[in-house]
């Protein structure tokens, strides 16, 4: 195919330079958004008298068929175009002759291809929000189904004081709660129209780039002219926005490959997402699990390219922003991915609830209850702290857990030590007690289930 920008020079480079140049690889899943785009603008360059409204049918008619024939299979992008603006210019100017020459009149490729950018970006964000949101469902659920299972919590990956597994689960339903409010904060940035802002000075022709924004279900039209091509800000904030749910899901993906090893037995992952070891039958690797830890580091990767090729360019475009799209299209496909087999695996997800139990009550993780039950009794917390250390040092050399001690002994440490103290130590109570708002009691643990599906509901509204 020809190029755009033949004239001033004859349009034939050297074929490593033309192949190095070429976008059309990968910009040709722009098609849509291109073509959308370019629908728009004929309907503004017909409403503002540019072209004729004959003129004006006949492209967008045209347009409409190069969509559909694309979208059903039965037109093929050429990769031997520059790229998917060339492929559709040229493919429009074939079917209905010279006129289709008249769609590029106040505009360049310049501003086209941040129109599209921000069309797919858009579309993308709220495709990936839906996604977050049908797994923070899931693990809502799944909170719900286990919300009194005890468990250790942990810090320092050592065992700290007793929670459900409910409210563990629901800390990062909060967390991708959060997800879906930056991809949803990052749109109402990004939804300015950049169309009509050309090369990077704007135009000749009277144009209205307000109804073309509005066309496009854009809230309005970028300010500045050189800002409205040069700009990427919104992608780099989209792809912050992945990065950090790429972490929320890597930091549940560790916690899943912990708790599904024999060491822990805490849940079984399904088989369905799960694989064998070719030598060794008797595993069950998490494989699935591993990948998402895996693939964060990739999505990092694609936001580090785009801030280290954005870094030092003078305005406005340069071709190194070229280099924006492979970033940002790997990164929504990797986070699409994971999203994809993560929420199943977790809906599938079984857990072990009195092996939770069970480990829970070797760990000691009722002390911080002792001192408590002696710190309400009078005794200044830091005092009882240290008298509570030196039961669980003794607890350690005998081999018994704090439940086992005799009261007698407790009462050789204390004498504020009574009967009592059984109950308040036993699991369930340290965990019922701790009704302070967040916190683990099944009463807190179901308002905040309450409250995260009232939150994912109101996305839809």
Request: proline share 3%; hydrophobic share 40%.
């Amino acid at each position: 195919m020809s190029k755009l920008w033949a004239g001033r020079a004859d349009g034939k480079i050297n074929q490593a330079a033309e192949a190095f140049n070429s976008s059309i690889r990968f910009d040709k899943r722009l098609f849509r958004e291109d073509i959308t785009g370019s629908i728009a603008h004929a309907a503004m360059l017909g409403k503002q008298g540019i072209i004729s409204q004959e003129e004006m049918r006949t492209l967008i008619a045209a347009l409409g068929e190069i969509l559909s024939e694309l979208a059903e299979g039965k037109l093929a992008v050429d990769e031997s175009a520059e790229d998917i603006h060339t492929f559709v210019e040229q493919t429009l100017v074939d079917k209905v002759g010279p006129v289709g020459k008249k769609l590029h009149t106040a505009r360049s490729r310049n501003d086209q291809v941040a129109l599209d950018m921000k069309l797919f970006a858009r579309s993308t964000a709220e495709e990936i929000k839906q996604k977050v949101l049908g797994l923070t469902d899931a693990i809502i659920n799944k909170a719900e189904e286990y919300k009194g299972a005890v468990m250790s919590g942990y810090t320092h990956l050592q065992r700290a004081q007793p929670v459900t597994f409910g409210h563990h689960l629901m800390a990062y339903a909060f967390m991708l709660l959060r997800d879906a409010d930056r991809l949803t904060d990052a749109v109402k940035r990004l939804n300015l129209s950049p169309i009509g802002a050309a090369a990077l000075a704007g135009t000749t022709y009277p144009t209205d780039r307000f109804y073309e924004a509005e066309l496009l279900s854009f809230d309005g039209v970028t300010e500045n002219s050189i800002d409205s091509v040069s700009d990427r800000d919104y992608l780099v904030e989209l792809l912050s926005a992945l990065s950090l749910l790429m972490t929320h899901l890597s930091r549940l993906s560790e916690e899943l490959v912990l708790w599904s090893s024999f060491e822990f037995k805490y849940v079984e992952i399904s088989d369905d997402f799960t694989t064998g070891s070719s030598i060794m039958p008797q595993k069950k690797n998490p494989d699935m699990a591993e990948l998402c830890r895996g693939k964060t580091g990739r999505v990092y990767g694609d936001l580090i390219t785009l801030l280290t090729v954005l870094k030092g360019l003078p305005l406005a475009y340069n071709k190194d922003m070229q280099e924006d799209k492979e970033c940002f299209f790997d990164a929504a496909d990797t986070v699409s991915a994971c999203l994809d087999v993560f929420t199943p695996m977790i809906a599938s997800l079984k857990a072990n609830p009195q092996k939770m139990l069970d480990s829970a009550k070797e760990g000691f993780i009722n002390a911080t209850d002792i001192a408590d039950y002696l710190a309400k009794k009078g005794v200044p917390f830091r005092e009882a702290y240290q008298l509570v250390g030196k039961i669980v040092h003794d607890a350690l050399q005998k081999e018994v857990t704090l439940e086992e001690i005799p009261l007698t002994e407790y009462q050789k440490i204390s004498p504020l030590f009574e009967e009592d103290l059984y109950e308040e130590i036993a699991l369930q109570t340290c965990v019922n007690k701790r009704t302070s708002y967040g916190g683990t009691a099944l009463s807190s643990v179901k308002k905040q289930i309450q409250i995260a599906r009232e939150k994912v509901l109101s996305f839809a509204k």
